[in-house]
C-alpha cells in the first residue's frame, strides 16, 4: 500500500458532509456490507482506510451499523479515490456490482441481473428493508429500457453514490445505459435510468 496525502476537510466540505450527518437520524441503520464494499473499492486501487474511521475488528456484512459512521466512511474513501469526493464515492457505487457478485447474496441475485435490468430494480426496492431501517425507494417502470428510481429520506448522496451503484448494476447486467441524477433537496430525488442491450 502507497500512502496517499487528502485535504479531509476540504473533502467534507465539498461532500457537505458536517450538515448531511446533523440531518441524518442517529436511529438510520445500514448493513455493513456498504462499508466492506467500500474497503474493497480501496483495496483494488491499493488503498486502505485511516484507523480512525474504521472499527478494529472491521464490519459485518450482515450486521446493521449507524449511516452517519457509512457517510464519515465513504467521504474519507470518496476523498482518497478521487480529487472531488464526490467523483470518488460515485467510483465506490460503481464499483460495488463486482464486490457484491462475489459475496452469497450477490450470487443468488445474479439471476435476476441480465440481460434485462428491471427485475433486478424491482428486486432491490422490495429488498431495501433488508438493508436499511429508514427511506423508501419506488421503481417506475416507463418503457422497455426505461425506469425511474424515486428516492425518499436517501441519506446517501443520491447524485454520486446511487448514481454509481445504478451505473454497477447496469454494466453487472451487461447493458449500455445513462443514469442522470434529478433532486429535489439533499434527501429526496430521483434517477432517471435508460439503457439499451449490448450488441
Known sequence: MHGVTVDLSDAAARLDLERRLEQTPATAMTRGVFFNLIEHELSRHRLVLPS???????????????????????????????????????????????????TWYGKAFQRFLKPDPTAALYWIERSREHMANY?????????????????????????????GGCEGLLHACGVEG??????????????FVSWSIRN
Open 178 to 191: 445513462e443514469v442522470v441524477a434529478v433532486l429535489d433537496d439533499q434527501f429526496n430525488g430521483r434517477l
Open 52 to 102: 480512525a474511521v474504521k472499527p478494529t475488528r472491521g464490519w459485518r456484512s450482515y450486521s446493521f451499523y449507524p449511516v452517519r459512521s457509512l457517510l464519515t466512511v465513504f467521504a474519507t474513501a470518496g476523498a482518497l479515490l478521487d480529487q472531488d469526493p464526490l467523483e470518488g464515492v460515485r467510483r465506490i457505487f460503481r464499483g460495488g456490482a463486482q464486490y457484491v457478485s462475489s
Open 135 to 163: 427511506g423508501r425507494w419506488r421503481i417506475e417502470s416507463r418503457a422497455p429500457g426505461r425506469a425511474v428510481i424515486h428516492m425518499f429520506d436517501e441519506y446517501l448522496w443520491i447524485d454520486s453514490a446511487q448514481r
